[in-house]
């Protein structure tokens, strides 16, 4: 059996590795579609939309070439998410009892999400004992720019060689790298296993359990 790796700073992303929530997010995107007069995409379509932010979901989702103002788009799409955030939203399988199991380390949230829509579903799943949790509209870019992580590790303290951000996307993974940290990729999520096995995350795991027997 292999030693855990001991590690201080537990950064997880939100979308595809903390919650299940492509099927709200793509309802919304195709209430927000319909609504603007738009014809509305298939599921399938959406899930590949997400994971740059809310502006690359709707620019996608929208498309070129029609008449509709993103900002129009944004809000529309606000208040319907707003809405229906939590309507099958769930935390993965796994992922409570591992929370729990690491309730002793401190644990963040670097997620490319907007806040606003990140701390509603957070506080709406109950209490997980996040110690920080950054936003992709809090100003440090967007993964797999390092700075939103590099943020993190700063307000809390940790160095890099004893942080490790669990994600589920070659963005995780390559902003991982580019801040000099660690990375665990999931293969439960919503990203392409052979584009993040390409970009080579130090752990790939098939289950949120197996952190507990990574990490110490």
């Known amino acids: 059996m292999m030693a ?3 590690v201080d700073l537990l950064i997880f992303d939100l979308d ?22 738009l014809p509305e995409r298939p599921l399938e ?18 498309g070129e070439g029609n008449r509709v103002g993103f900002d129009e788009a944004l809000s529309v799409f606000r208040r319907h998410y707003l809405a229906h955030c939590l309507d099958r939203t769930v935390f993965y399988p796994g992922v409570a009892p591992v929370l729990e ?15 606003e829509y990140t701390r509603v579903i957070l506080d709406g799943l109950g209490p997980q004992h996040f ?7 809090n100003g440090f870019g967007l993964k797999p720019e390092p700075g939103m992580l590099l943020h993190v590790m700063e307000q809390l303290g940790a160095a890099k060689d004893r942080t490790v951000l669990v994600g589920d996307s070659t963005n995780d993974i390559n902003g991982g790298h580019n801040a000099g940290i660690r990375v665990c990729a999931v293969g439960y999520g919503m990203g392409n296993r ?3 096995a390409a970009c080579k995350p130090e752990w790939f ?5 197996e952190l507990m027997e990574l990490f110490i």
């Open 4 to 6: 855990k790796t001991p």
């Open 16 to 37: 595809g590795t903390l919650i299940e929530s492509k099927w709200d997010i793509a309802d919304s995107v195709n209430l927000t579609l319909a609504e603007l007069g």
């Open 45 to 62: 379509e959406i899930f590949g939309f997400v994971g740059d932010g809310v502006k690359k979901l709707l620019r996608l989702a929208v």
């Open 101 to 115: 199991h690491f309730h002793h380390k401190p644990k963040a949230v670097a997620t490319n999400k907007s806040i």
């Open 131 to 137: 110690a920080y949790i950054v936003g992709g509209d």
């Open 194 to 196: 052979d584009k993040m």
């Open 205 to 209: 795991i098939e289950r949120p359990e």
